[in-house]
Nanobody, 115 residues
Framework: VQLQASGGGLVQAGGFLRLSCAAS????????MGWYRQVLGSQREMVAT???????NYADSVNGRFTISRGNAKNTVYLQMNGLKPEDTAVYFC??????????WGQGTQVTVSS
């Protein structure tokens, strides 16, 4: 199975972006999907996750500004990012955790927020 992320780009501070991630290939069920981000030279950090029953979890730094959701096709996940700040600049990665606890990562998508 492959995860394909899209929707990154360059935006001014205060703007918004919507990231999308869809799975393709082998049929798997992700019990949890999420978004992580990484700045060059730093560790990858959790941004937001959502379980198959809709339970969400957010990093404190994005809580109230970002919203994670899953599509009708259960192996899709979105991240609506509002009120973007320069410190949100990073490469964003989509993640899926299978019911057998295997992690799958998508390729990153660059988000750049200018001040």
């Amino acid at each position: 199975v492959q995860l394909q992320a899209s929707g990154g780009g360059l935006v001014q501070a205060g703007g918004f972006l919507r990231l999308s991630c869809a799975a393709s290939g082998d049929i798997v069920i992700f019990k949890k999907m999420g978004w992580y981000r990484q700045v060059l030279g730093s560790q990858r950090e959790m941004v937001a996750t959502i379980t198959s029953d809709g339970t969400t979890n957010y990093a404190d730094s994005v809580n109230g500004r970002f919203t994670i959701s899953r599509g009708n096709a259960k192996n899709t996940v979105y991240l609506q990012m509002n009120g973007l700040k320069p410190e949100d600049t990073a490469v964003y990665f989509c993640n899926g955790l299978t019911t057998y606890n295997f992690n799958r990562w998508g390729q990153g998508t660059q988000v750049t927020v200018s001040s």
